[in-house]
């Protein structure tokens, strides 16, 4: 089961950080949604795996699950939410403001390495 | 008077001139100098009680867990440094009122000078060395707004920055070296650190907490070779010249040496750290101001040979070294800030403090000439002034010192040193009093008003006590600061006269030798212009350049505005990260068993993977994705079910609907397909990097999942008293609405900002350019036919009762049962969406009248308010209480205060999640979504009615 648990964890991210490097702001926008099942999945196998195990008091249980991940997970699954709504808020945003969806800085708008900073030093006059 | 409050005192002065300053700047400084009065007034209470031998203390916790108290102590050496502190800060006050121009804003200069002091002030009452950090630092953040105060100088806004770097790397330093002492000595109070010699000196972190101490302490005293910031420093105004780089911040450093000298000092690497530092620093300085032409150049190097005296004074280690370290303390702060104020006095009347354009004020400037001539011939050394006292016993203990085998060494460097000193001091004198008066002064020199002469005018005196009444001026406080510093009590016996000594010859011989030096000191200046010194700020400068260029280049590199290069360097890098610290952690081997495979969970796997390629191989077609990440999120939900979380499974689920939805909503605007832009090489490694971090991920989980916990978990405490605390079965509710509550309580306020964050974002979308854009969109898809079909719209009618009354089931039994706030939220919201999609948001708008907004608002208020209700029971904030009520008619059922909290839970999840949908469904209706009056396109009951 440890082992099923931690593949899907584990392709789940793969997808995820795949999706997340690719250039349009859907994509990434799933790419995020992918990597928080993996890292809900993961937080929540910290607790370690139990199987027909109460999750709630009741008399007479042997053994009970591990309540702690649980309930930080529960907060993630809803804070991923959010994210996700202000992500694709913003995506939307960029695509109606400015014609297409990728995530990339126009390559016109980019900065070759390095003239940045340097402009930064002459230009302050302090230096 | 409590030593916090006298600590307190100058920050809250500091509150005072933005308050007062529209009244006119005299009651800005009044107000100033009132604080600091009564904080030396509280001061000087305690002197009976510290000249008794007693230590005044004060204590509060602050976190006590890690070792950081307030506390507060006043013994000799806090008195001593307060005095100076609170004392020279009046002086300066009254000084400065008079020196800033009407167009220096007086307020913020107020402000800056009281929070400095109140920084310095926490420094020398400190108890705690993790609270003297704090103070620490404040100090060279303010001393940086200080320097900079004159923001339209270029050399005030680099000298600000040099002296930031310098200072604030040393502190930096310093904090890693108090770690470790506090960590030897088991405690962070000075009181027990101080009470831990043997321990600190045999432990083998003794050097490197020595020299990152060290570091700190040097960096701050300007020694040699982190001296240079402290003349580029003196583009501050005067004021600030004499306050902070005469009397008290450079003086920081020694403070602190002298603070731990019962702790550190006595060891061969402290005696040749310190002395030698202080005797480089005490001779290359002196010789640097014998031909500075800049006055407050040539002070400012002069500070730093001063401070390199005491240095190597406390670095000798001797208990006779550190009374004359202390006298030297007094003496020096009296002297230089009466001849700092003088060089102000001098820079404002004549209108230049270059030396080469000055000569001749004796008889245009009387007072200012009698004032500087005074604090000139002190720093000379010359008798019966307050210097000399303190050097002839620095001369005495020189005499004394044997460096490595070389008695003699010390004693001639030193008496070098003082050769130098009564140089520039007599040149100070000479080039600009004496002489023939010019007539080419900027301005015409004349004496200042009283305003500007009293404060110099009132240290000049005290020079000439000093000197004279050595022990009934100063003796008892050196006294007291000394005992303080050795730690044990000492009665040192100040005098003028103490006969033909090896230090009174060392004395005339420095007087012959100075005065040679002024005679010989054009041909000195020529000599040394014809040699090209090394510059400091030109290698500080070359150094910090080179670092924005390293630092510049690799964030070009990284970030050069494409988001998966940034990315992928930073997934790289926490893989790598991972790997390294999995093969250096020493991982036992799985101690757990695996359970067993199922079939049912198999089949659920293969969903789970297959989906997952899937959506990875057809995530161009973004609504098919869609769908994909549908199945992916409810096989997630079942396998929370399956390994006992319904919790989880029931929010999962939930979620899913909900972002589903909204994604959608999202993709009615953005193009249905992506197409191919990468090439195949750059998928390729974007393949490998993703590749990469699932194994990692993959690893990490199995590793975790098959090990032992490392520390017992707190889960058994929650488990154990979920019911008789939370009075609660559901533990994971317990923990969300009562353990971990005050958690909950941030993240149902994070959702709502986001949902606010949403609305804010559509509102400025719907408003200028992009609102027009929307106006006139063209939706590219063919859109259905039948937008509000009759069967969904019945359906979600019939089912909205239900789910709300499963919504409100799930909420009640939440603290027994699986359920609770955030699943009745969203199940509820659900069920509205429900509505909005069959009938079209406008129509279902306008039959509903909650307002989103104020619903988040309600449930933070709600949560809030649960919260405190605790503090009126007199427990801490969100502690719970229950009970259990029987109403006739019903069964006995619980009642926990717990549950006001979740209802806030529930009311803010329920307002997000439909703020967030509302917002997105408001940009489809401003692109010209039309609003239709029925609830469905066909209405059956129309057509029967008509």
Request: some cysteine; hydrophobic content about 55%.
């Given at each position: 089961?440890e082992?099923?648990?931690?593949?899907?964890?584990?392709?789940?991210?793969?997808?995820?950080?795949?999706?997340?490097?690719?250039?349009?702001?859907?994509?990434?926008?799933?790419?995020?949604?992918?990597?928080?099942?993996?890292?809900?999945?993961?937080?929540?196998?910290?607790?370690?795996?139990?199987?027909?195990a109460?999750?709630?008091?009741?008399?007479?249980?042997?053994?009970?699950?591990d309540?702690?991940?649980?309930?930080?997970?529960?907060?993630?699954?809803?804070i991923s939410?959010?994210?996700?709504?202000?992500?694709?808020?913003?995506?939307?945003?960029?695509?109606?403001?400015?014609?297409?969806?990728?995530?990339?800085?126009?390559?016109?708008?980019?900065?070759?390495?390095?003239?940045?900073?340097?402009?930064?030093?002459?230009?302050?006059?302090?230096a | 008077?409590?030593?916090?409050?006298?600590a307190?005192?100058?920050?809250?002065?500091?509150?005072?001139?933005?308050l007062?300053?529209?009244?006119?700047?005299?009651?800005?400084?009044?107000?100033?100098?009132?604080?600091?009065?009564?904080?030396l007034?509280?001061?000087?209470?305690?002197?009976?009680?510290?000249?008794?031998?007693?230590?005044?203390?004060?204590?509060?916790?602050?976190?006590?867990?890690?070792?950081l108290?307030?506390h507060?102590r006043?013994d000799?050496?806090?008195?001593?440094?307060?005095?100076?502190?609170?004392?020279?800060?009046?002086?300066?006050?009254?000084?400065?009122?008079?020196?800033?121009?009407?167009?220096?804003?007086?307020?913020?200069?107020?402000?800056?000078?009281?929070?400095?002091?109140?920084?310095?002030?926490?420094?020398?009452?400190?108890?705690?060395i993790?609270?003297?950090?704090?103070f620490?630092?404040?100090?060279?953040?303010?001393?940086?707004?200080?320097i900079?105060?004159?923001?339209?100088?270029?050399?005030?806004?680099?000298?600000a920055?040099?002296?930031?770097?310098?200072?604030?790397?040393?502190?930096?330093?310093?904090?890693?070296?108090?770690?470790?002492?506090?960590?030897?000595?088991?405690?962070?109070?000075?009181?027990?650190?101080?009470?831990?010699?043997?321990?600190?000196?045999?432990?083998?972190?003794?050097?490197?907490?020595?020299?990152?101490?060290?570091?700190?302490?040097?960096?701050?005293?300007?020694?040699?070779?982190?001296h240079?910031?402290?003349?580029h420093a003196?583009?501050a105004?005067?004021?600030?010249?004499?306050?902070?780089?005469?009397?008290?911040?450079?003086?920081a450093?020694?403070?602190?040496?002298?603070?731990?000298?019962?702790?550190?000092?006595?060891?061969?690497?402290?005696?040749?750290?310190?002395?030698?530092?202080?005797?480089?620093?005490?001779?290359?300085?002196?010789?640097i101001?014998?031909?500075?032409?800049?006055?407050?150049?040539?002070?400012?190097?002069?500070?730093?040979?001063?401070?390199?005296?005491?240095?190597?004074?406390?670095?000798?280690?001797?208990?006779?070294?550190?009374?004359?370290?202390?006298?030297?303390?007094?003496?020096?702060?009296t002297?230089?800030?009466?001849?700092?104020?003088?060089?102000?006095?001098?820079?404002?009347?004549?209108?230049?403090?270059?030396?080469?354009?000055?000569?001749?004020?004796?008889?245009?400037?009387?007072?200012?000439?009698?004032?500087g001539?005074?604090?000139?011939?002190?720093?000379?050394?010359?008798?019966?002034?307050?210097?000399?006292?303190?050097?002839?016993?620095?001369?005495?203990?020189?005499?004394?010192?044997?460096?490595?085998?070389?008695?003699?060494?010390?004693?001639?460097?030193?008496t070098?040193?003082?050769?130098?000193?009564?140089g520039?001091?007599?040149?100070?004198?000479?080039?600009?009093?004496?002489?023939?008066?010019?007539?080419?002064?900027?301005?015409?020199?004349?004496?200042?008003?009283?305003?500007?002469?009293?404060?110099?005018?009132?240290?000049?005196?005290?020079?000439?006590?000093?000197?004279?009444?050595?022990?009934?001026?100063?003796?008892?406080?050196?006294?007291?600061?000394a005992?303080?510093?050795?730690?044990?009590?000492?009665?040192?016996?100040?005098?003028?006269?103490?006969?033909?000594?090896p230090?009174?010859?060392?004395?005339?011989?420095?007087?012959?030798?100075?005065a040679?030096l002024?005679?010989?000191n054009?041909?000195?200046?020529?000599?040394?212009?014809?040699?090209?010194?090394?510059?400091?700020?030109?290698?500080?400068?070359?150094?910090?350049?080179?670092?924005?260029?390293?630092?510049?280049?690799?964030?070009?590199?990284?970030?050069?505005?494409?988001?998966?290069?940034?990315?992928?360097?930073?997934?790289?890098?926490?893989?790598?990260?991972?790997?390294?610290a999995?093969?250096?952690?020493?991982?036992?081997?799985?101690?757990?068993?695996?359970?067993?495979?199922?079939?049912?969970?198999?089949v659920?796997?293969?969903?789970?993977m297959?989906?997952?390629?899937?959506?990875?191989?057809?995530?161009?077609?973004?609504?098919l994705?869609?769908?994909?990440?549908?199945?992916?999120?409810?096989?997630?939900?079942?396998?929370?079910?399956?390994?006992?979380?319904?919790?989880?499974?029931?929010?999962?689920i939930?979620?899913?609907?909900?972002t589903?939805?909204?994604?959608?909503?999202?993709?009615?605007?953005?193009?249905?397909?992506?197409?191919?832009?990468?090439?195949?090489?750059?998928?390729?490694?974007?393949?490998?990097?993703?590749?990469?971090?699932?194994?990692?991920?993959?690893?990490?989980?199995?590793?975790?999942?098959r090990?032992?916990?490392?520390?017992?978990?707190?889960?058994?405490?929650?488990?154990?008293?979920s019911?008789?605390?939370?009075?609660?079965?559901?533990?994971?509710?317990?923990?969300?609405?009562?353990?971990?509550?005050?958690?909950?309580?941030?993240?149902?306020?994070?959702?709502?900002?986001?949902?606010?964050?949403?609305?804010?974002?559509?509102?400025?979308?719907?408003?200028?350019?992009?609102?027009?854009?929307?106006?006139?969109?063209?939706?590219?898809?063919?859109?259905?036919?039948?937008?509000?079909?009759?069967?969904?719209?019945?359906?979600?009618?019939?089912?909205?009762?239900?789910a709300?009354?499963?919504?409100l089931?799930?909420?009640?039994?939440?603290?027994?049962?699986?359920?609770?706030?955030?699943?009745?939220?969203?199940?509820?919201?659900?069920?509205?969406v429900?509505?909005?999609?069959?009938?079209?948001?406008?129509?279902?708008?306008?039959?509903?009248?909650?307002?989103?907004?104020?619903l988040?608002?309600?449930?933070?208020?709600?949560?809030?308010?649960?919260?405190?209700?605790?503090?009126?029971?007199?427990?801490?904030?969100?502690?719970?209480?229950?009970?259990?009520?029987?109403?006739?008619?019903?069964?006995?059922?619980?009642?926990?205060?717990?549950?006001?909290?979740?209802?806030?839970v529930?009311?803010?999840?329920?307002?997000a999640?439909?703020?967030?949908?509302?917002?997105?469904?408001?940009?489809?209706r401003?692109?010209?979504?039309?609003?239709?009056l029925?609830?469905?396109?066909i209405?059956?009951s129309?057509?029967?009615?008509?």
């Amino acid at each position: 089961m440890e082992l099923l648990l931690s593949s899907a964890i584990g392709m789940l991210t793969a997808a995820g950080v795949y999706l997340i490097l690719r250039r349009r702001s859907f994509a990434v926008v799933l790419g995020m949604t992918m990597l928080s099942y993996a890292i809900n999945l993961f937080l929540f196998s910290t607790g370690r795996l139990v199987v027909n195990a109460p999750p709630v008091l009741r008399e007479g249980a042997a053994a009970y699950t591990d309540p702690l991940p649980q309930a930080l997970v529960l907060t993630a699954i809803v804070i991923s939410f959010g994210m996700t709504a202000v992500v694709a808020m913003m995506a939307l945003g960029a695509f109606i403001e400015g014609g297409d969806d990728r995530v990339d800085m126009p390559a016109a708008d980019r900065l070759p390495g390095g003239s940045r900073s340097a402009k930064r030093i002459s230009g302050d006059g302090d230096a | 008077m409590s030593p916090a409050l006298i600590a307190a005192l100058p920050f809250i002065g500091a509150l005072l001139p933005g308050l007062l300053i529209r009244s006119g700047r005299d009651v800005a400084a009044l107000a100033c100098a009132a604080a600091t009065a009564v904080a030396l007034l509280g001061l000087g209470l305690h002197i009976p009680a510290i000249m008794a031998g007693e230590v005044i203390t004060a204590r509060f916790a602050w976190l006590p867990s890690l070792g950081l108290n307030v506390h507060f102590r006043i013994d000799g050496l806090a008195l001593l440094f307060g005095i100076l502190i609170l004392g020279i800060g009046l002086l300066i006050i009254a000084y400065a009122r008079h020196y800033l121009s009407r167009r220096d804003p007086a307020g913020v200069f107020y402000t800056y000078l009281m929070l400095f002091q109140g920084a310095m002030l926490g420094i020398v009452l400190s108890d705690n060395i993790l609270l003297l950090l704090v103070f620490w630092e404040l100090t060279s953040l303010s001393s940086f707004l200080l320097i900079g105060y004159w923001k339209h100088l270029p050399e005030g806004r680099q000298g600000a920055r040099m002296a930031l770097t310098v200072t604030g790397m040393g502190g930096l330093a310093m904090i890693a070296g108090m770690l470790i002492l506090g960590n030897i000595a088991g405690s962070f109070d000075i009181s027990d650190i101080l009470a831990s010699r043997d321990a600190v000196q045999a432990s083998p972190y003794y050097l490197p907490a020595l020299l990152l101490i060290l570091l700190g302490a040097f960096t701050k005293s300007a020694q040699f070779p982190f001296h240079f910031w402290l003349p580029h420093a003196m583009a501050a105004p005067t004021p600030v010249s004499a306050y902070l780089h005469s009397a008290t911040m450079v003086k920081a450093g020694l403070f602190l040496m002298a603070r731990l000298w019962p702790v550190l000092s006595g060891t061969p690497e402290w005696f040749y750290i310190v002395a030698t530092t202080g005797l480089v620093t005490m001779v290359l300085a002196a010789w640097i101001a014998l031909f500075r032409d800049d006055l407050k150049s040539l002070l400012a190097f002069s500070t730093v040979s001063h401070l390199g005296l005491i240095t190597m004074l406390l670095g000798f280690g001797t208990k006779a070294a550190a009374v004359a370290a202390v006298f030297h303390i007094i003496n020096h702060a009296t002297f230089k800030a009466a001849l700092f104020m003088t060089a102000g006095i001098i820079d404002h009347e004549a209108g230049t403090r270059s030396i080469a354009r000055l000569g001749g004020l004796r008889r245009l400037m009387p007072v200012t000439f009698v004032i500087g001539t005074i604090a000139a011939l002190s720093m000379a050394g010359i008798p019966p002034l307050n210097g000399f006292l303190s050097k002839e016993l620095m001369l005495e203990q020189a005499g004394q010192t044997d460096w490595q085998g070389h008695p003699g060494l010390v004693f001639a460097m030193a008496t070098l040193g003082a050769v130098f000193s009564v140089g520039y001091s007599l040149r100070f004198v000479w080039q600009v009093f004496f002489g023939p008066a010019r007539e080419d002064y900027p301005q015409r020199p004349h004496d200042p008003g009283f305003g500007l002469w009293f404060a110099p005018g009132v240290l000049a005196v005290l020079v000439v006590l000093i000197g004279l009444f050595p022990n009934a001026m100063a003796g008892w406080l050196v006294a007291a600061a000394a005992s303080a510093v050795t730690g044990t009590a000492q009665h040192p016996h100040l005098a003028l006269w103490h006969g033909v000594t090896p230090a009174l010859i060392a004395s005339v011989v420095a007087l012959a030798g100075g005065a040679a030096l002024l005679a010989l000191n054009r041909r000195l200046l020529a000599a040394r212009a014809a040699i090209a010194w090394p510059e400091a700020k030109a290698l500080f400068d070359a150094t910090t350049r080179a670092a924005t260029c390293a630092a510049g280049f690799l964030t070009d590199r990284l970030t050069n505005g494409s988001m998966s290069r940034a990315f992928a360097a930073l997934t790289l890098t926490v893989v790598l990260c991972g790997f390294w610290a999995f093969s250096t952690g020493g991982w036992q081997g799985a101690a757990r068993p695996m359970l067993p495979i199922q079939p049912v969970p198999l089949v659920g796997w293969v969903l789970l993977m297959v989906a997952t390629c899937c959506m990875v191989a057809f995530h161009r077609q973004r609504i098919l994705a869609l769908v994909l990440v549908g199945i992916i999120g409810l096989m997630v939900s079942v396998s929370f079910i399956y390994l006992s979380a319904p919790d989880l499974a029931l929010t999962q689920i939930s979620v899913e609907v909900v972002t589903v939805i909204l994604l959608l909503l999202a993709l009615n605007f953005l193009p249905k397909f992506t197409t191919i832009e990468s090439r195949d090489r750059q998928r390729a490694a974007d393949a490998f990097i993703a590749t990469l971090a699932g194994l990692g991920f993959a690893a990490l989980a199995y590793v975790v999942m098959r090990s032992d916990f490392a520390f017992p978990s707190i889960s058994q405490y929650m488990l154990a008293n979920s019911y008789r605390l939370g009075g609660g079965d559901n533990v994971v509710n317990v923990i969300l609405v009562d353990f971990r509550g005050y958690d909950t309580f941030g993240e149902i306020t994070v959702l709502g900002i986001a949902a606010l964050t949403i609305f804010a974002l559509t509102e400025t979308l719907l408003a200028g350019t992009s609102g027009r854009r929307l106006r006139n969109w063209v939706h590219g898809s063919r859109r259905a036919g039948d937008r509000h079909p009759l069967m969904l719209v019945v359906v979600t009618r019939l089912v909205l009762p239900i789910a709300l009354v499963v919504g409100l089931y799930i909420f009640l039994r939440g603290h027994n049962m699986p359920g609770g706030g955030f699943v009745a939220g969203l199940v509820v919201s659900v069920a509205l969406v429900s509505q909005y999609m069959a009938s079209g948001f406008a129509w279902a708008q306008e039959r509903q009248k909650i307002n989103y907004h104020a619903l988040i608002g309600a449930g933070v208020i709600a949560a809030g308010l649960t919260g405190i209700g605790a503090w009126f029971a007199g427990l801490p904030f969100l502690s719970s209480a229950y009970g259990y009520v029987k109403l006739p008619g019903l069964e006995e059922f619980e009642l926990a205060s717990a549950m006001g909290f979740d209802l806030g839970v529930f009311l803010c999840v329920l307002g997000a999640v439909m703020l967030a949908l509302n917002s997105l469904s408001r940009i489809a209706r401003a692109a010209g979504g039309t609003t239709n009056l029925d609830p469905m396109d066909i209405d059956p009951s129309k057509e029967a009615r008509r």
